[in-house]
Structures are given as structure tokens and as C-alpha cells.
């Protein structure tokens, strides 16, 4: 009976049946000994099949691994893990090691939605143990169990599920914690090696697949931050060309001898927006008037910006962006750039500031031709005043700069010193009309016009300087013109010794004076001081009118009535005045010499009083 009971068992082991248990009951009494042996044998084959069915999902899961069969592997790993251990609720919390939280990203057993999800507070519960030991941690009870800081929140999603015996591995890969796979029963349990060894391959599996996805989120990070570089590379050396081709067209056009307006128009072109140029005083060379106007606080920035020699954004007004022109270390001017809805990119303030650089070879060049044009101007300017040059040969040389000698010429004479002049004779030198320089102690101006004049008011003006005394003369020719610069230089020096310097005289007002006075004003301001200062003191003194009184007598011939009808007062207010200046006069100014020599002084001072302001 015995032999066919330990038969049956064994029959039963071979064929992979389950062992009745009545039989080993009934070996136990029969025969002890036996019984005990065939109950170690039935242990043994029964945990060889669950290590079998073990291994076979450790071989499945690898399987996954490396086939990448779906994208859910820490759930199939928390669902495997769970039907082997036999637990209530299995999970995986992934580790955030810069916030030291944990998520749980994938579960099983759970009963309450709260479970999936939750987030542990870095510091508190079973997984900051494991973290800090990197080995499994567990407790049979965990409501109770004061080994580690508890949080509310969690100790109640727990509490719901009622859990009370925790297993937690780590998850590890390069000795770095990547989470942690906890074993959750609602009873007391105590796991044993094999529960935890297991749980250790399912937590290398899952530190596996955590690692790989880390990997390859970093990898796709990097890939999107190698074609975000790539782009802003292209973007760039884009950019560049476009820069390059655009300060090549500009130094193009500046070597052709374009003008402003033409560069401002293929820049504005390249950045699709106005573009304006301004001089050093703002006034616009090139583009729209409005960028350069607006309120004061704009013009002001303007100014600033352009004394400072330095690229400036403007927050508000008609233009955006500011980039000097800077010639030989000298702010010269300014590009002023639309304020639009869109802001210029750093490349395309860059191209602003290097097409600067391409006006300031414009305005270099200028400046050398307007030089070599001034040198060419202030010599023909010597030449014509030159008494003893060749005279033919200077009328051909203006001739060749495109004027007329035999149109009507005028000329403009005034004494101003080498540092007021330079300003001036710049201005001047602006219009191509003009000849313009200095010559013998003052400067002339020759212009085929009728206006020197307004010319040379208008270039002191925008020098700043004083005003001076203008003598002026005109011709039919310029040779003929030439013919009266000793006239004209006479008249300026002998009105300039009578104390007259500013105002504008015609040459031919001190003419017959000149001869009379050996061209020295000063003499003939002596003379008429000798003569008729008397009369010239008490009008300044009293307001009065006997200097015209006199004026008039001597223009009709003492005739009272014809006094009185010019001057429009009564006959006995002349014969009063007549009276007044016979007193203040010595002798008899009526006689033929002494009236003479009246008339020449009240003549004088007649003229010297012509000038006009």
C-alpha cells in the first residue's frame, strides 16, 4: 500500500499533475519517513515551476525590450510582475531627481482613479528610503510603520486602498536611481527572497525601459536642438549673404558716383521699409521729410544719437532705428529707418550700420571732389583778381567750368578773417554758379547771376558769423566786370575808414571820393567831422532834421519854398533851421568856396547814410 501511494505521487510529479493530497496523507501514517521525502520532492518541482513560469516572463519581457513591441512596457512589466507575485497592487513610480517627487506612471489592482498619478512630495514615504539606501525597503505595516516621514495626502490614497504591507526596489541604472517598483498587499505580508529577487529583475526591466526612453528623449531633444541650430545657421549665413550682396551693391553705386537718394532707395528696397538720410542738423539728403520730423523729444533723441556717433533703437516717433554716419571720427549724418509693425532683426541693423559705412565713403568722396573743386575755384578766383595775369587765358579756364564770360556778371567784395571765412566760403562754394575765395585782404565772389548778394547773406547766416560790409558791382561781361575791381576795392577800404562795416554799398557810391581823397577814407572822415560835425551833433542831440535841412538847400539851390515843398514842412520851420545851422557853422557857408566845401562833406555823409542795413 505504501509502495503504490509513493508511486502515485511520483506519477503524478512525472506528469506534471497536481499531487492529491489525500495520498500524502495517507503516506504520512503508513510510513513518516517516506512521506517527508516525497513532500521535499513536491516542494522542490512546485517552486521549479514557478521559477520556470519566472524565467519565461523575464524572457518575454526581454523579448519586448528588444523588439520595442509596443510603447507601453512599464505597464506589460507592472502587469507581469503583478500575476507572478501574487500581489494586490503593483506599481512603478518614476523619480524627477530635480524636484525629488515621484509620479506613478503605471499600475495595477489599484481601485481608486487617485492611484494612477500620484505624485510623492520629495522627503516623505517608502520611496525616499529607497532612494537614499538604493536597496528594497519594505514594512508590513504601513499605517503604522514611523520609520519614514509620512504625507496626508498619500497615507489616504493608501488608506482607500487599503494597503498594508509595502515591498519598494529601486530602479536602477548606472548606479543613478531612475524610480522605484513597489509590491502592495492588503494584508500582512512578509516577502520573501525569492518575492524580492524577483521584483529585482522586473525593476532592472523597467529601469531598462526608463533609461532607453530617457535616451531617447534626450536623443530627439537633441536632434530638434541640432535642426533648430541648423536652421538659425542657415538663417544666419542667409543673412550674411544678403548683407554682403547688399554692402556690395552700395559700394558699387558709391564708386559709380551715385547720390544719396539712389543708395537710400536700393536700401530701402533690401529691408522693405523707408529709409532716410540726414545730415549732422537734420536736413534730409535722401528719403521721406517725415522721418526726420516729430516731436521734440524725438528730435531731440535724433540730435543725441548722432552726436554721440552710435547706433540707437528709438521706442517711439516716425523712425525705428538710428545708425551714425561717421566720417574720419566726425558724425556727419544719420540713416533713419521706418518704425513699422515689425522690428528689425539684429542682422538687418547690422546691414543699416554697414551701409552707414558705404555713405561715409560717399560723403569722403564728396568731400575730396567738393576739396579739389574749391582749390580749382579759389584759384580762378586769384586769377581774376590778379591785375597782372593773363586775362584771356583765366576767362577760358571759367569758361571750361561750364560759365558763360560773356553773360552778365556780378560781383561781391567783403573783408571777413581766415576762421569766419572758411564757413562761408563753403556755403558759398555749395552752388556750382559761384566762384568764391579769398584774394588781396578780403574775399570776392564772382556769380553769372544777379543775386550775390542774397548769396552771401544767406552763407554768413548759416555760418553764424557777424554780417560784414558788402561792396557790390555789376557788368555786362565779366571781362568787363574785371575792369572795376580796383573800383570795388577802393570803395570797400575807403567806406571801411569812414567807420562803416556792415550793410551793402554799390562801388560806384564813393567813386568820385576816392580820387578826391587819394582813396583814404579815414581823410574823409576827417573832412566831414571839420565841416559839418556841428550840424550832425545837435540832430543827435535833439532829434532834429538840419542835416537834411541842409541836404535839401544845397540840392535847391537855397530856394526856401522849394526846401519847405520837399521836405513837407512850413517855409518859416526852413527858414528857423536855415538860421540854426548858419549859428553852428564857422563863417559864411552861403559863399561860393565855403558852400563848396559843404557840399562835398553833406555829400559824404549823404552816401556813407545810403548804405543799406
Known amino acids: 500500500m505504501t509502495a503504490e501511494t509513493a508511486r502515485s505521487v511520483l506519477a503524478a510529479l512525472a506528469d506534471g499533475r497536481e499531487v492529491d493530497p489525500t495520498a500524502l496523507q495517507d503516506l504520512r501514517t503508513a510510513d513518516a519517513d517516506t512521506a517527508a521525502l516525497l513532500e521535499q520532492v513536491v516542494d522542490r518541482v512546485a517552486r521549479l515551476h514557478r521559477r520556470d513560469s519566472q524565467f519565461g516572463a523575464v524572457v518575454a519581457l526581454t523579448h519586448d525590450l528588444v523588439a520595442q513591441r509596443d510603447g507601453a512596457l512599464l505597464d506589460s512589466i507592472v502587469e507581469r510582475a503583478h500575476e507572478l507575485l ?22 495595477q489592482g489599484e481601485t481608486t482613479p487617485d492611484f494612477r498619478g500620484m505624485i510623492v512630495p520629495p522627503g516623505v514615504g517608502i520611496a525616499t528610503r529607497v532612494v537614499e539606501n538604493v536597496s528594497p525597503v519594505w514594512v508590513d505595516d504601513y499605517q503604522h510603520s514611523f520609520d519614514f516621514p509620512h504625507d496626508t495626502e498619500i497615507d489616504r490614497i493608501l488608506k482607500v486602498e487599503q494597503i498594508s504591507s509595502i515591498l519598494g526596489v529601486p530602479l536602477v541604472a548606472d548606479r543613478v536611481v531612475l524610480g522605484v517598483l513597489f509590491v502592495a498587499d492588503r494584508r500582512r505580508r512578509r516577502y520573501s527572497p525569492d518575492d524580492i529577487g524577483l521584483a529585482r529583475s522586473f525593476a ?22 541640432a535642426d533648430r541650430e541648423r536652421e538659425r545657421a542657415e538663417s544666419t549665413a542667409a543673412a550674411v549673404r544678403q548683407a554682403a550682396a547688399l554692402h556690395e551693391e552700395l559700394t558699387a553705386l558709391v564708386a559709380s558716383g551715385a547720390d544719396p537718394q539712389t543708395i537710400a532707395v536700393a536700401l530701402a528696397a533690401s529691408l522693405d521699409r523707408q529709409i532716410a538720410v540726414v545730415d549732422a542738423d537734420l536736413q534730409v539728403l535722401a528719403g521721406p521729410q517725415s522721418l526726420a520730423r516729430g516731436e521734440r523729444s524725438y528730435t531731440a533723441a535724433l540730435r543725441r544719437a548722432i552726436g554721440q556717433g552710435r547706433s540707437v533703437e528709438l521706442k517711439s516717433g516716425p523712425a525705428e532705428f538710428i545708425a551714425p554716419i561717421v566720417v574720419e571720427q566726425t558724425p556727419v549724418g544719420a540713416l533713419l529707418v521706418e518704425q513699422t509693425g515689425a522690428a528689425l532683426s539684429q542682422a538687418e541693423r547690422r546691414s543699416v550700420e554697414r551701409s552707414g559705412i558705404a555713405f561715409a565713403l560717399m560723403w569722403m568722396q564728396r568731400r575730396a571732389v567738393d576739396l579739389a573743386e574749391e582749390r580749382i575755384r579759389g584759384e580762378l578766383v586769384k586769377e581774376l583778381t590778379d591785375t597782372h595775369g593773363n586775362r584771356d587765358q583765366v576767362l577760358e579756364r571759367v569758361r571750361t567750368r561750364g560759365m558763360n564770360p ?24 555749395a552752388d556750382r554758379n559761384v566762384l568764391a575765395g579769398p584774394s588781396g585782404g578780403g574775399v570776392w565772389v564772382f556769380t553769372p547771376g544777379s ?38 576795392r577802393g570803395t570797400r577800404d575807403f567806406a571801411a575808414a569812414m567807420g562803416q562795416h556792415t550793410g551793402v554799398l554799390r562801388a560806384e557810391a564813393f567813386a568820385p571820393y576816392t580820387a578826391l581823397f587819394d582813396g583814404r577814407g579815414e581823410r574823409a572822415a576827417a573832412f566831414v567831422d571839420a565841416t559839418i560835425r556841428p550840424v550832425l551833433d545837435w540832430d543827435a542831440r535833439r532829434g532834429a532834421s538840419l542835416f537834411a535841412t541842409l541836404l535839401a538847400s544845397l540840392d535847391e539851390q537855397g530856394s526856401v519854398t522849394a526846401i519847405a515843398r520837399r521836405l513837407a514842412v512850413h517855409p518859416n520851420t526852413v527858414r528857423q533851421r536855415l538860421d540854426r545851422i548858419g549859428t553852428l557853422l564857422p563863417g ?20 556813407r547814410r545810403a548804405i543799406s542795413p
Open 588 to 607: 559864411d557857408w552861403t559863399l561860393p568856396d565855403a558852400r563848396f566845401r559843404l557840399e562835398i562833406a553833406a555829400r559824404l555823409e549823404a552816401a
Open 451 to 488: 543775386d550775390v548778394v542774397d548769396r552771401i547773406r544767406r552763407a554768413v547766416r548759416a555760418a553764424g558769423v557777424q554780417a560784414p560790409l558788402i561792396v557790390e558791382q555789376d557788368a555786362q561781361t565779366l571781362e568787363e566786370l574785371l575792369d572795376h575791381l580796383e573800383m570795388i
Open 86 to 107: 501574487g500581489s494586490d497592487v503593483t506599481y512603478i513610480s518614476v523619480y524627477n531627481r530635480r524636484a525629488k517627487t515621484f509620479t506613478v506612471r503605471a499600475v
Open 406 to 429: 560773356e553773360r552778365p556778371w556780378r560781383a561781391g567784395h567783403f573783408h571777413m578773417d581766415g576762421a569766419a571765412a572758411d564757413p562761408v566760403l563753403r556755403a558759398l562754394r
Open 204 to 225: 532592472d526591466h523597467a529601469a531598462i525601459v526608463i533609461e532607453q526612453g530617457n535616451l531617447v528623449a534626450d536623443l530627439h531633444a537633441a536632434s530638434i536642438r
